[in-house]
């Protein structure tokens, strides 16, 4: 049942992946063609590529919950079902992102970065296994959940980054790309700082200590640092040499970078380091 | 548009105040270059950077004592001789690791503490430095006031100490300790099974392996029986099987009977080697293939009586990973057990930093959450009100 769930959701992240870029060519085309306002049937688009990503969300909240149903514990002991969280929480980012703090335009992106995520998810072994008894704990979801949001988090202000590389670097666009980039790494630094202590909290209640140098562990605190370091930086860039002018793109380095590490905390020390965490690639 | 309000900031060292014009506070100039020194960003950022790569040094080269015969032959002469001589096998624990440590709490501490004017958007900074301090200030007592070792107990064993790394004698609990039972609980439907196909294209089950257990198999009466199991099947010269607990599953068998209308026979199925002998047919045409699967652990269980040191009982308690026993100052947490005596081996902590990292713990977040989302509010609520 969650496996047809997985696939519809799916599915309907590749059709807002679809109408998201002709929404985005269209207004290309409009633009050029000298065209300054948009549309209604533009702006149809547009909202009918946001339901899209949220009946792909909604698809996303059924697949976990027929999951956490059939195992009879909650989907956090691999790479897959933690994926699962992941992209859940990237378009929680988006959503709050957009109703809450105003930023739009971003359905494109959104819709893509869903669809990534799900499809390296595909990538991993399938297959759920019964809790190992380290597993077993209040806090799985809680940590886990809180790690997989932040996650999300930091793989929107990469996503927005990108998109400030490649595509609006040149445009007004620009400052608020930058803008978005450092809410969403802020919110992810705090979403990652709560993670980090319900794990430590956790591998007190399990294993005696709050911090044992352990690979997961010491990787997720130099996440912490490099995205601690962000922030920093952002008052103090002048203290570098960095001119005001030429900070944006340092935090669009930073945002990239910064995910790079995201990217080997969470697979990297699963499968090429040895960690108490390993339990993904059981 | 949201506009960030650090970006709007650059805090420089200590300006002159209105109280103290010159920014002269009675102490030295060097004694301030220094305050002014480890307040700065600039110096925080730094630290941070470094600390953050040695931690990932840390990951990629193995951490244990140091053998420098193994090291050189591992990462080469150079790396090998480098690795003994900063200590990065013992990385975490290195002088000068431990030394960047203390020198960003220092610069913490002093960007908490000196200086600026009390004012409440500074406070939500101070919140989350200092809650940094609380949990290293709480790690600090754990190292030095803290005690770790541990408990190895038989069944019916009673302990009124247990071990300590580098103690001559065991230390006193002030109780005793005594193990009733380990036990360790599989998950149902998990572990060894025997897949058993009726014909070439007939029906297949999979029967989970029990030794002792008879399944009748649905066809013409036949029955399967599970006589024996072994972890790494070998004979010797006499033609008797060798077989022991402590077996590393390198070839896997388990021995069956299979009776019904043509009579009995027994065979031995390989699970590394399904085409010897279990996986031909027998003369009705089964087809058996042994899948080895260790059991999936449901729960470690130590069983435990606490009694006083006169031996009355004072209470009984389950000891399960992530469920662990405290007892007056100290928590017993289930660490491993002994394969071959099914013996337990506890892990025993008194940690006095507790109240302190978990205080720490509260704050750090709040404090992240106050800076980023109610410092812009109050900015933005001030320049208004300007």
Known sequence: ?282 | MKTPDETAQDPSPAAPSAADPSGRTGKPGWVRRIIRGLRSIRFAIILMALIAAASLVGTLIEQGPYNPDAAIARYGRALGLLIGLLGLNQLYSAWWFLGLLALLALSVAVCTFSGARFSLRKTFTLITHASILLIVAGAILRGIAGVDGMLALEKGQMAGGFEVEGATAPVPLGFHLRLDDFLIRYYEGTGDSLEVRLGEAGQTLTIPVEVGKVVPLNRDGAKLEVLRRVLDFKMDENGQILSAPEQQPDNPAVQVRLTGPAGESKRWVFAVHPEFEGHAPDAAGIHLRYIFRPPAVKSYESHVTVLDENGNKIREAVILVNSPLNVGRYTFYQASYNTKTMGTILEVTHDPGVPLVFAGFILLPLGVALAFYAKPLLNRKGRGDA
């Open chain 1, 1 to 282: 049942m969650h496996e047809q769930l997985w696939t519809i959701s799916f599915v309907i992240f590749l059709a807002a992946v679809l109408l998201n870029a002709a929404q985005v060519i269209l207004a290309l085309v409009l633009k050029k063609a000298g065209r300054t306002d948009s549309p209604g049937w533009l702006r149809w688009m547009r909202g009918a590529g946001n339901v899209l990503i949220g009946l792909g969300m909604a698809g996303l909240t059924a697949t976990i919950a027929a999951e956490w149903r059939a195992l009879g514990y909650p989907p956090f002991s691999n790479v897959p079902e933690s994926m699962l969280w992941m992209a859940w929480g990237f378009c929680a980012v988006y959503f709050v992102s957009r109703i809450f703090v105003g930023f739009t335009g971003m359905e494109l992106g959104a819709s893509v970065g869903a669809v990534g995520i799900l499809a390296v998810s595909s990538l991993f072994p399938q297959g759920s296994h019964p809790l190992m008894p380290a597993l077993q704990s209040k806090w799985l979801v809680f940590h886990v959940f809180t790690c997989m949001v932040s996650y999300g988090a930091f793989f929107a202000a990469f996503c927005t980054a990108i998109l400030w590389l490649a595509i609006w670097r040149k445009r007004e666009s620009q400052k608020v790309l930058d803008v978005l980039a450092y809410q969403l790494m802020a919110f992810g630094f705090l979403a990652l700082t709560v993670g980090i202590i319900s794990g430590s909290v956790w591998a007190k209640q399990a294993w005696g200590r709050y911090w044992g140098w352990d690979p997961k562990e010491t990787w997720s605190l130099i996440t912490w640092f490099v995205y601690g370091i962000y922030l920093h930086f952002r008052m103090a860039g002048a203290q570098f040499g960095v001119k005001r002018e030429n900070l944006p793109l340092l935090n669009a380095i930073f945002a990239i970078a910064g995910f790079v590490v995201v990217a080997f905390t969470y697979f990297g020390v699963s499968y090429l380091l040895v960690s108490l965490h390993s339990y993904a690639t059981s």
